[in-house]
């Protein structure tokens, strides 16, 4: 059985016509058409996650595994409201969500009514579009809403992807039902081409290119990606040409630089200007090394060439001089078969500079304490091949990506607004899509914050949670400002004692911990095992004040 509310039928029947099946969805008395719908038909897979926060996370999760637009489904009021982080970490990873929410006929909107807010482009500054639909009891609001949903749901397809929200007021009765057929309604086509630049303005980009000994390229985030990554190790043979890539970018290639941080604090200010580059070309999203960002303002390019399927104008480095509105596909295939190897030694100082970096920090490591630096370094040693990471934010993602990738690895991390709100929920949703093994490592308050990630029915057998535990936000402790002030215990830190068994107890999840070296090889070696099939949460504790210092003198090290 379907609900019998048109408005409804018609928009199930345009998520399935094109090929939007995958809804996340929260319980609610609101939304009670729309679960009965999807739920009636089993073209939909739908999975139930109770926190609206995290079930806006999960759904990120599983739009990332499966590279396709994911459904969310909720009730009225501050249900809503509670996707907005999630919402607005889609809309700067470029992550295609459909966001709906059931709401009050607008008649009862400021009415004292309950469970009443103004839900009408609640999501206005972060989704491509946000609609609110009509009850559909004329033909003419019918046919209004159909232009609306086949006009959302096709952005949300583009080429340039993100959330779109659809707000649906719906008045009772609400659990009506029919037993007719899905009907077919209008399903408008969009279809579009990747923006292409004329090649005689590229042309003149390659002429550039190739005139020029000190070229760098920045990448920022990418999901996996073959093609490009091809390109890119292609483009890296030139040795007039530096590429800088995060793990995050999942891009590998012998001739890449991946310790951008590290490197970045190894250049001493009488070396700057040979490391300065004269053209810089940049695509992806965000990066994380804010090191790297204040070196390139401080030591401008000529020119800085920005890719971007919207045409976006993101001058994070102060010197933007052309947008190359394209995918990046489209730009590298066209580019790279024209470039000529320059005389240069660009490459070979920044990888040189990189090798002696790791190697001062594996000899100053060997001799260090056990702490957050140490256990990051035996993680990513550790790391089953062929599998994905997830990383937290604040310290975790910069402790992991101090280390050289696994190349057999895939990279994750919600970068997009670098909250460290929903890591976890983000990786539970993708593991459940994914048949490889994924493991998130994230500090204990983000592991806390996000603790209703673990309130799920479903949740994944190949996940496995370490919680790097060092009792506070010990970021505060890395960076100078906070170090400086009387409240940084209590009111930066957030100083505490708790451990995650209780939690792990509570949802019933293996839980192992290690407070030294040998303990967590141990560990690591018990949850990375091929016949180990279970959730599981390691915690590694360690001690706050020994894991800043280590990290200070570790760069320190570099410094010198």
Same mark, same amino acid.
């Given at each position: ?49 109770? !926190? ?36 607005? &970490? ?49 033909? !003419?609001?019918?046919?209004?809403? %159909? ?39 209008? %399903? ?5 081409? %990747? ?97 790297? *960002? ?17 045409? &976006? ?37 920044? *990888? ?14 060997? !001799? ?141 999840? %293996?839980?192992?911990?290690? &407070?030294?070296? &040998? ?42």
């Amino acid at each position: 059985m379907i609900t019998n509310k048109k408005h409804i039928q018609q928009l199930a029947s345009l998520l399935l016509q094109k090929g939007i099946t995958d809804v996340v969805i929260s319980p609610g008395s609101r939304n009670a058409p729309l679960i009965n719908q999807f739920f009636g038909l089993s073209e939909f897979n739908c999975l139930n996650v109770v !926190d609206e926060r995290s079930a806006g996370y999960q759904a990120l999760g599983i739009a990332l595994a499966k590279r396709k637009p994911v459904v969310v489904v909720c009730t009225s009021g501050t249900a809503a409201i509670n996707y907005g982080p999630a919402i607005a &970490e889609a809309f700067y990873q470029k992550i295609p969500l459909v966001v709906l929410t059931a709401d009050r006929p607008r008649r009862w909107v400021d009415q004292a009514d309950g469970q009443t807010v103004r839900q009408e482009n609640l999501f206005l500054n972060h989704t491509l579009k946000s609609v609110s639909l009509e009850e559909a009891e004329r033909e !003419d609001d019918f046919r209004h809403n %159909n232009l609306q949903i086949n006009e959302t749901l096709n952005l949300v397809l583009s080429t340039n992807p993100g959330p779109v929200h659809i707000n649906i007021p719906l008045g009772e009765p609400l659990y009506g039902f029919s037993d007719e057929e899905l009907p077919n309604f209008r %399903n408008i086509e969009s279809c579009s081409s %990747n923006a292409q630049i004329p090649s005689a303005e590229l042309e003149k980009l390659v002429d550039k290119w190739n005139a020029s000994t000190r070229k760098m390229v920045i990448v920022g985030q990418l999901s996996p990606d073959e093609q490009i990554n091809s390109l890119v190790q292609k483009m890296a043979q030139d040795s007039g040409t530096v590429i800088l890539a995060e793990h995050l970018t999942n891009l590998s290639g012998q001739h890449l630089v991946h310790a951008t941080d590290v490197v970045v604090a190894a250049i001493s200010a009488e070396e700057k200007l040979k490391f300065q580059p004269e053209i810089l070309l940049t695509f992806g999203q965000q990066i994380v090394s804010k090191r790297l *960002k204040l070196f390139v303002r401080a030591n401008q390019p000529l020119e800085h060439w920005h890719i971007s399927v919207a045409g &976006e104008h993101t001058d994070t480095y102060n010197s933007l001089s052309c947008v190359i509105s394209s995918d990046v596909f489209s730009i590298l295939n066209f580019f790279v078969p024209e470039i000529r190897n320059t005389e240069s030694n660009y490459r070979e100082i920044w *990888k040189a500079k990189e090798q002696t970096a790791l190697q001062l920090q594996e000899k100053f490591l060997n !001799d260090a304490s056990f702490c957050d630096l140490t256990a990051s370094k035996t993680i990513t040693e550790m790391l089953p091949e062929n599998s994905v990471l997830h990383l937290g934010n604040s310290s975790s993602v910069r402790l992991i990506q101090m280390f050289e990738p696994n190349k057999e690895c895939e990279y994750f991390g919600n970068r997009g607004t670098s909250g460290i709100d929903g890591s976890m929920s983000t990786a539970v949703g993708f593991a459940l899509s994914s048949e490889k093994i994924n493991t998130i490592v994230l500090g204990e308050l983000s592991f806390f914050y996000d603790s209703n990630a673990l309130l799920n029915q479903h949740f994944p057998q190949n996940l496995r949670i370490i919680v790097l535990n060092n009792g506070g936000g010990n970021i505060f402790r890395l960076i100078g400002g906070p170090r400086q002030s009387p409240a940084l215990n209590e009111h930066f830190v957030a100083q505490h004692n708790l451990k995650a068994e209780g939690l792990a107890n509570a949802f019933g999840i %293996n839980y192992l911990k290690a &407070e030294n070296q &040998e303990e967590l090889s141990t560990a690591l070696n018990t949850i990375f095992a091929p016949d180990f099939s279970e959730p599981v949460i390691l915690e590694v504790l360690t001690d706050g004040e020994i894991s800043a210092a280590v990290f200070q003198e570790c760069y320190q090290q570099l410094k010198n």
